[in-house]
């Protein structure tokens, strides 16, 4: 794997330039306002495509996308994907699902009915208009894994009836839901199974690992570990994600396709890691490991490798200053932002 040379905070225009160029199209992307959505919608924007951005904002905001509101070629909705939509387009990124823990376990129910509803008009969509259509998917459809890393053919490990279902066996019925699409109605569809991502712009208080970590740390507290700290994560750079995402919707395999960084860490090594780079004398504090947390999780991206030709190309490292910057400089624009 290669390590990016690039330091700036926020995308270039040579950045953009490394992203695929694609024929322009009209896409429409659910879940646009959130964290990966409005990376995606940067690079569809800056490819020149028409984008509707379709997002009832309930774990995403309007500042994610305030900078393409007023362009021509982009529409921003208030629209919650659980009821039917009608809008004309060639390729639809579906991501419109909360994505932290914390902001799933919420609302279970609103979860389940957002994956399979949600999905459902989706792909009725998609059958009507003949667009073609990209589910994000999830690292979580192999549950708690006893096959080690991940590979696309293993079927998983989830617990039916646990905290997580709503998102692990939503996004199931998910994948299930576009396949019969596929099978059915051939409904043009792709399946993208996404591991843990981190970058600017993730919420200050969603409660996953990276976020958590780097506002404890801006905030002078220790950072919380649950569990020993030996279960481990791979943790992709958000505009590696987004790349792959695009590759995977111009190419001609459907899926499933793990798209993720291979390199594992352990949650003590990433710790330590965020410790280093904002304040080492901060403590560690550990505390008590959530039900049905995963002891492992890496992504078998041999695929990827051969058919999309892609692979992570920022480091760890690199990406967490990235991060590190970005949420020093949101909290330096808005103190609040660290203690709300
Ligand atoms: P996010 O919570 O930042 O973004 C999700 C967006 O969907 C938000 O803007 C939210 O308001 C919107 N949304 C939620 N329910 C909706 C509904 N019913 N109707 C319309 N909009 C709705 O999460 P993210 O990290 O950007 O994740 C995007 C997608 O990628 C999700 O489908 C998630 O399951 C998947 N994914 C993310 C990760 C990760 O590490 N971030 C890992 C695996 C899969
Ligand atoms: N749907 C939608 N937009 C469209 C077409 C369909 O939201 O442009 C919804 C529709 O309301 C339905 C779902 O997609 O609930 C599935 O549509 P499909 O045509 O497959 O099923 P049917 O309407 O025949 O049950
Ligand atoms: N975690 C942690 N401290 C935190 C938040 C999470 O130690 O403040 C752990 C969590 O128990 C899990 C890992 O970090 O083992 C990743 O958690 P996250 O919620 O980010 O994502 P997921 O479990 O969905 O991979």
Known sequence: MTESTATSLSPTDSDYNSFPQIPTKRVL????????GSHLIDILMQNGNDVICADSYFSGSKENVAKWIGHPKFELMRHD??????????????????????????????TLKTNVLGTLNVLGLAKRTGARLLLSSTSEVYGDPEVHPQVE???????????????????????????DYHRQHHVDIR?????????PRMFFHDGRV????????????????????LQTRSFCYVED?????????NCDYIGPINIGNPVEFTIKELAEKVRAKVNPKLKIEYRQMPKDDPKRRQPEITKARKILGWEPRVHLDEGLQRTVDDFKSRAQANPKNLFI
């Open 191 to 199: 399946i993208a199974r996404i591991f843990n991502t981190y970058g």
């Open 81 to 110: 994907v659980t009821q039917p939509l009608l809008v004309e387009v060639d390729q639809i990124y579906h991501l419109a699902c909360p994505a932290s823990p914390v902001h799933y376990q919420h609302n279970a129910i609103k």
């Open 210 to 229: 990276v976020s958590n970590f780097i506002v404890q740390a801006l905030r002078g507290e220790s950072l919380p570990i649950y569990g020993d700290g």
């Open 153 to 179: 053919e293993y079927n998983g490990n989830v617990n039916c009836v646990g905290r997580r279902s709503c998102y692990d066996e939503g996004k199931r019925c998910a994948e299930a839901l576009c396949m």
């Open 241 to 249: 994600l987004a790349r792959g995402l695009l590759l995977l919707m």
């Open 29 to 36: 992307v659910t879940g646009g306002a959130g964290f990966i």
